[in-house]
């Protein structure tokens, strides 16, 4: 039985470090989809004036939802172009890399959305639109990092950039009194907006035209 397990599992490793270069290639698309989506809901936030801890957690929420159906929509189609099985071992494998951060922040969410009330206001704005959006930044870095174990080394590099500079600022955001209510845009604006942009252009410009992994 160990032996089966062993096998199965080198098995996957293999054939994750083979399909590296073709999960970098759909992953372009993926980072420029999402990365427009987080500008542009950050940019909307602001215009909206959506600033209260539940208008906050709530909107960010759908935002992440849309995010995430678009993700699987763009990978699903690139797996119908390349003739790959959509939800094969490897892409499991991931899945499961990612599921714990990913779900520490959801966790994260609903304990700030439902502790909101029972603070005060200033506490409570504070918690849902500084401090949180850094939580997930920070736990977003680290589900990147893992998910991109069998990856290109850029894609672990990424996930670092997300968790060094979250916890940079989860220093600088420690010493202000008075945090302003549109951090949490901005933040999430920068880090799902921009990094993301920047990345997914990066990607497509970089990759290999016509390497078939």
């Keep these: 039985m160990e032996s089966n397990w062993a096998a199965d599992h080198l098995q996957v490793i293999r054939t994750l470090m083979e ?17 427009c989506l987080g500008l542009a809901a950050a940019g909307l936030g602001l215009l909206l004036s959506v600033f209260s801890p539940q208008g906050f957690i709530s909107f960010w929420a759908g935002v992440a939802l849309l995010g995430l159906i678009g993700s699987l929509l763009l990978i699903r189609r690139q797996s119908m172009r390349d003739k790959e099985p ?7 494998r991931v899945t499961q890399a990612l599921l714990p951060p990913i779900a520490a922040g959801f966790i994260l969410s609903v304990v700030v959305m439902l502790g909101a009330e029972g603070n005060l206001q200033s506490t409570a704005q504070s918690l849902a639109t500084l401090w949180l959006p850094l939580s997930w930044v920070v736990l977003y870095g680290c589900a990147f990092h893992a998910a ?14 997300f968790i060094a500079a979250g ?25 799902f907006g921009v990094l993301h942009l920047a990345y997914g252009v990066y990607l497509y410009f970089t990759e290999p035209r016509g390497d078939q992994a």
């Design 19 to 35: 399909r590296s270069s073709v999960y970098r290639r759909a992953l372009a698309p993926v980072m420029i989809y999402n990365g």
């Design 86 to 92: 959509f939800w094969s071992p490897p892409t499991r």
């Design 148 to 161: 991109g174990f069998f990856m290109p080394r850029g894609m672990r590099l990424f996930g670092w950039s």
């Design 167 to 191: 916890c940079a600022l989860f220093w600088v955001a420690s010493r202000e009194t008075a945090p302003r209510p549109e951090s949490g845009h901005i933040i999430m604006g920068v880090f």
